[in-house]
């Protein structure tokens, strides 16, 4: 085991190396795989370094499920994951951990998390480890979908905010202790170690969290700021946000097209140009408080929503307000205690920290369920095209770098790709690679083929859609009806689906089968077994000018990449 963490149905999740797998090769056997642990599992207490057995179900990582979607064999490629899977079986401990180096910073992070949730109980111990080890094991199902939908979600993910809230209350306390001794301040560069000081406190936390792309980003962000400190140079400069994304693009450079790197990096960059340009004006001192918590929220918020909406189609129309409220607790309440257990937890007195934490952590969970419990809390959107990030990623950067007036120039990209979006288009008709799920655009949505099974495909299709209904509300939903399409399709699935897949070739333009048949017929249609959709992907159908149709696989968009062969 070299690391644990819950699946999307709250299950507890493994992923392993130094596998085998019975009746393969070693040549052909995944260097790791991840497995979700179901059913009765009483006997297995997992540890980072354990070494198991487990009867499980692997596949090799899916396609998109649609084309053009979310390529997660992309993913799994860059994380060396060769096959997923699930386990009903009890999974069984072969061998204790091994002693010496090796994942002996992921053990100490799940003692960490251990003995953090065990001296702070219910979902605020849950969350309290998240923030601390970056174990989110703990954290319910239920707790995630309330943060999401208040869009408090981020303080969850050890990135930004938690990096930038630590080593800042390390630094000011370093330089406040320092500044208590007139002769240390008046020979020393006081200011310079604390700065140094809270860099060794920023890379011990990235060690701890078990280092993700957030993590890294805002560790590179506040080493670049804390070394533009011992240098005597401006810290807080658009410059160090992109000697920033250098750095963990060359480290990293799959991070790119995901959320979390966009995410992150729209608001760093927002924050830096916007308080950049409000630094100037003079400000009540009593002002200034609240004005920077307002402001950082909003503009932080304005600037994470496009890419937000973009990859997970939800809008939380009230997030806002939950940051306002919950953020200031964070930095006031939440990080100084997480300091404070930090510091106090070699003395046996870690509990003095968790103690301060409790209430901060508390308030959030209760802002979170508030504001999640909201009527209309949460909007869907369609997800845009391809060209909608760039231009508007191209536009917001014009705005942030250009001088002058000439900056308002970013408002005809970012315009363009409002349009874009608004016009966003999505296809007539999906596939499932399996062939058992079709889901055909209707008059009241996307109508889907079957009221279960599939789930995780058919929520990603309405999400798509910027539809916010369920998969049984879809499944009884009437499809645009047949001489609309223009199309006739053939779906068959169940017991002797090849056999009558294969008599309805002749009258149907297309037959899709969930079956594997043997001997697909030549012709008059295009025929579509489970075997050809596992090669080819999931399919999109289009519908162009007159009754012109087009048919786009996975595949054709993938093209052959190390992580589609």
Same mark, same amino acid.
């Given at each position: 085991?070299?690391?644990?963490?819950?699946?999307?149905?709250?299950?507890?999740?493994?992923?392993?190396?130094?596998?085998?797998?019975?009746?393969?090769?070693?040549?052909?056997?995944?260097?790791?795989?991840?497995?979700?642990?179901?059913?009765?599992?009483? +006997?297995?207490?997992?540890?980072?370094?354990?070494?198991?057995?487990?009867? @499980?179900?692997?596949?090799?990582?899916?396609?998109?499920?649609?084309?053009?979607?979310?390529?997660?064999?992309?993913?799994?490629?860059?994380?060396?994951?060769?096959?997923?899977?699930?386990?009903?079986?009890?999974?069984?401990?072969?061998?204790?951990?091994? #002693? *010496?180096?090796?994942?002996?910073?992921?053990?100490?992070?799940?003692?960490?998390?251990?003995?953090?949730?065990?001296?702070?109980?219910?979902? $605020?111990?849950?969350?309290?480890?998240?923030?601390?080890? *970056?174990?989110?094991?703990?954290?319910?199902?239920?707790?995630?979908?309330?943060?999401?939908?208040? =869009?408090?979600?981020?303080?969850?993910?050890?990135?930004?905010? &938690?990096?930038?809230?630590?080593?800042?209350?390390?630094?000011?306390?370093?330089?406040?202790?320092?500044?208590?001794?007139?002769?240390?301040?008046?020979? +020393?560069?006081?200011?310079?170690?604390?700065?140094?000081?809270?860099?060794? $406190?920023?890379?011990?936390?990235?060690?701890?969290?078990?280092? =993700?792309?957030?993590?890294?980003?805002?560790?590179?962000? !506040?080493?670049?700021?804390?070394?533009?400190?011992?240098?005597?140079?401006?810290?807080?400069?658009?410059?160090?946000?992109?000697?920033?994304?250098?750095?963990?693009?060359? &480290?990293?450079?799959?991070?790119?097209?995901?959320?979390?790197?966009?995410?992150?990096?729209?608001?760093?960059?927002?924050?830096?140009?916007?308080?950049?340009?409000?630094?100037?004006?003079?400000?009540?001192?009593?002002?200034?408080?609240?004005?920077?918590?307002? %402001?950082?929220?909003?503009?932080? *918020?304005? @600037?994470?929503?496009?890419?937000?909406?973009?990859?997970?189609?939800?809008?939380?129309?009230?997030?806002?307000?939950? =940051?306002?409220?919950?953020?200031? !607790?964070?930095?006031?309440?939440?990080?100084?205690?997480?300091?404070?257990?930090?510091?106090?937890?070699?003395?046996?007195?870690?509990?003095?920290?968790?103690?301060?934490?409790?209430?901060?952590?508390?308030?959030?969970?209760?802002? $979170? =369920?508030?504001?999640?419990?909201?009527?209309?809390?949460?909007?869907?959107?369609?997800?845009?095209?391809?060209?909608?990030?760039?231009?508007?990623?191209?536009?917001?950067?014009?705005?942030?770098?250009?001088?002058?007036?000439?900056?308002?120039?970013?408002?005809?990209?970012?315009?363009?790709? /409002?349009? %874009?979006?608004?016009?966003?288009?999505?296809? /007539?008709?999906?596939?499932?690679?399996?062939?058992?799920?079709?889901?055909?655009?209707?008059?009241?949505?996307?109508?889907?083929?079957?009221?279960? #099974?599939?789930?995780?495909?058919?929520?990603?299709?309405?999400?798509?859609?910027?539809? *916010?209904?369920?998969?049984?509300?879809?499944?009884?939903?009437?499809?645009?009806?047949?001489?609309?399409?223009?199309?006739?399709?053939?779906?068959?699935?169940?017991?002797?689906?090849?056999?009558?897949?294969?008599?309805?070739?002749?009258?149907?333009?297309?037959?899709?089968?969930?079956?594997?048949?043997?001997?697909?017929?030549?012709?008059?249609?295009?025929?579509?077994?489970?075997?050809?959709?596992?090669?080819?992907?999931?399919?999109?159908?289009?519908?162009?000018?007159?009754? !012109?149709?087009?048919?786009?696989? @996975?595949?054709?968009?993938?093209?052959?990449?190390?992580?589609?062969?």
């Amino acid at each position: 085991i070299v690391k644990i963490d819950r699946s999307a149905s709250d299950k507890t999740r493994l992923t392993l190396d130094r596998v085998v797998l019975e009746d393969l090769a070693p040549p052909r056997t995944p260097a790791r795989v991840r497995v979700t642990l179901h059913g009765d599992q009483r +006997y297995l207490t997992p540890a980072p370094g354990l070494r198991v057995a487990v009867t @499980a179900h692997l596949s090799p990582p899916r396609w998109p499920v649609e084309p053009g979607g979310f390529d997660f064999r992309r993913h799994a490629w860059f994380q060396g994951l060769g096959a997923v899977g699930y386990a009903r079986t009890p999974a069984l401990a072969l061998a204790p951990p091994p #002693g *010496g180096a090796a994942l002996w910073v992921e053990r100490l992070r799940m003692r960490a998390s251990a003995a953090v949730q065990a001296a702070l109980p219910g979902q $605020a111990g849950a969350v309290a480890a998240a923030v601390t080890t *970056g174990d989110r094991s703990g954290i319910s199902l239920e707790t995630t979908q309330a943060l999401r939908a208040a =869009n408090l979600a981020h303080l969850l993910a050890i990135s930004g905010l &938690h990096m930038g809230l630590l080593a800042g209350f390390v630094y000011a306390a370093a330089r406040t202790a320092a500044a208590a001794v007139p002769w240390l301040v008046l020979r +020393y560069p006081v200011h310079k170690a604390a700065a140094a000081l809270a860099l060794l $406190a920023g890379a011990a936390y990235l060690a701890l969290s078990g280092g =993700n792309v957030a993590t890294e980003r805002a560790f590179v962000m !506040v080493a670049v700021l804390l070394t533009a400190v011992m240098l005597d140079r401006r810290a807080f400069t658009l410059r160090s946000v992109a000697l920033a994304a250098l750095i963990v693009l060359a &480290h990293r450079p799959e991070a790119l097209t995901g959320p979390g790197f966009q995410m992150s990096f729209a608001a760093t960059t927002a924050l830096v140009a916007v308080f950049g340009a409000v630094r100037e004006h003079a400000l009540p001192r009593w002002a200034r408080w609240a004005i920077a918590i307002g %402001l950082s929220s909003l503009v932080a *918020g304005m @600037a994470t929503a496009p890419y937000a909406a973009a990859h997970f189609g939800r809008v939380p129309h009230y997030g806002l307000i939950a =940051n306002i409220l919950s953020v200031p !607790v964070m930095g006031a309440v939440v990080m100084p205690g997480a300091v404070v257990a930090a510091v106090l937890t070699p003395l046996g007195l870690g509990w003095i920290g968790l103690w301060i934490m409790a209430p901060g952590l508390s308030w959030i969970l209760a802002i $979170a =369920n508030w504001v999640a419990g909201w009527e209309g809390a949460v909007g869907h959107v369609v997800a845009p095209g391809p060209w909608v990030l760039p231009l508007l990623t191209c536009g917001g950067l014009i705005l942030a770098l250009w001088h002058g007036r000439g900056r308002f120039a970013g408002l005809v990209p970012v315009a363009l790709a /409002a349009l %874009l979006w608004a016009g966003a288009e999505r296809p /007539a008709m999906l596939v499932s690679e399996t062939g058992g799920l079709l889901g055909a655009m209707g008059p009241e949505g996307r109508a889907l083929s079957k009221p279960r #099974g599939e789930a995780f495909v058919a929520e990603a299709w309405l999400e798509a859609d910027g539809d *916010g209904a369920g998969q049984a509300e879809a499944a009884l939903r009437d499809p645009a009806p047949a001489a609309t399409i223009g199309l006739r399709i053939a779906h068959e699935t169940g017991r002797g689906a090849g056999t009558r897949a294969q008599a309805a070739c002749a009258p149907a333009d297309i037959v899709i089968t969930s079956a594997r048949v043997e001997h697909p017929p030549a012709g008059p249609c295009r025929f579509y077994d489970r075997a050809r959709l596992e090669r080819e992907g999931p399919l999109a159908l289009w519908r162009r000018e007159g009754a !012109v149709w087009e048919i786009v696989s @996975a595949r054709s968009l993938t093209g052959h990449r190390p992580w589609a062969r």
